[in-house]
T-cell receptor, first 118, second 117 residues
Framework: AQSVTQLDSHVSVSEGTPVLLRCNYS??????LFWYVQHPNKGLQLLLK??????LVKGINGFEAEFKKSETSFHLTKPSAHMSDAAEYFC????????????????FGAGTILRVKS | DTAVSQTPKYLVTQMGNDKSIKCEQN?????MYWYKQDSKKFLKIMFS???????INETVPNRFSPKSPDKAHLNLHINSLELGDSAVYFC????????????????FGNGTRLTVT
């Protein structure tokens, strides 16, 4: 079964410095991987997704992630943090379980809280 | 123009009561989900429906009963509420179909914070 490990529960950066949120996955298949962001008291918003096309994936708000099969990693980066980036980030792998070909059962990591200092 | 909307946003109730959470999506998606986020922010799938048919049913107490009157709605009814049911419940939807369904990202609602006292 697929699983996701987010290596840091909390990350703190200064505004204007780079962001690195680490994620490792395990999957029996060629996985689909996602990063979602959750702002306080809000739902989850999709940042980006990897679906076996380009290994470097660009998302919204200047975030990007690189799929490295040899390292089973899908780390999220941003060159320069902004105060509005402070939120919780979830790395997610898609498990193909479900009836027939339908159903997208996402397996979530435990989340990384990003704090941005001014 | 909310894509996935849940009601209510907050729900406070006593143990033993029965309550429902409603979810509607206007994205034209054919698959809807319920996820539970516990106090440690861990998200786990509960149910998924595709075109009103149950396709994913994780190990959830049978006090929880999802109902999908049409593919734009997926409601969650909970009987005999317990303290451990306190959590944030997220509804989501996606467009699926065929072998590419696992690629489809989910669109989430803003959650329903359920507190059982």
């Amino acid at each position: 079964a697929q699983s996701v490990t987010q290596l840091d529960s909390h990350v703190s950066v200064s505004e204007g410095t780079p962001v690195l949120l680490r994620c490792n996955y395990s999957s029996s298949y060629s996985p689909s991987l996602f990063w979602y962001v959750q702002h306080p008291n809000k739902g989850l918003q999709l940042l980006l997704k990897y679906t076996s096309a380009a290994t470097l994936v660009k998302g919204i708000n200047g975030f990007e992630a690189e799929f490295k099969k040899s390292e089973t990693s899908f780390h999220l980066t941003k060159p320069s943090a902004h105060m509005s980036d402070a939120a919780e980030y979830f790395c997610v792998v898609s498990d193909r379980k479900g009836k027939g070909e339908y159903g997208n059962k996402l397996v979530f990591g435990a989340g990384t809280i990003l704090r941005v200092k001014s | 123009d909310t894509a996935v909307s849940q009601t209510p946003k907050y729900l406070v109730t006593q143990m033993g009561n029965d309550k429902s959470i409603k979810c509607e999506q206007n994205l034209g998606h054919d698959t809807m989900y319920w996820y539970k986020q516990d106090s440690k922010k861990f998200l786990k799938i509960m149910f998924s429906y595709n075109n009103k048919e149950l396709i994913i049913n994780e190990t959830v107490p049978n006090r929880f009963s999802p109902k999908s009157p049409d593919k734009a709605h997926l409601n969650l009814h909970i009987n005999s509420l317990e303290l451990g049911d306190s959590a944030v419940y997220f509804c989501a939807s996606s467009r699926t179909g065929g072998k590419s369904s696992y690629n489809s990202p989910l669109h989430f609602g803003n959650g329903t914070r359920l507190t059982v006292t």
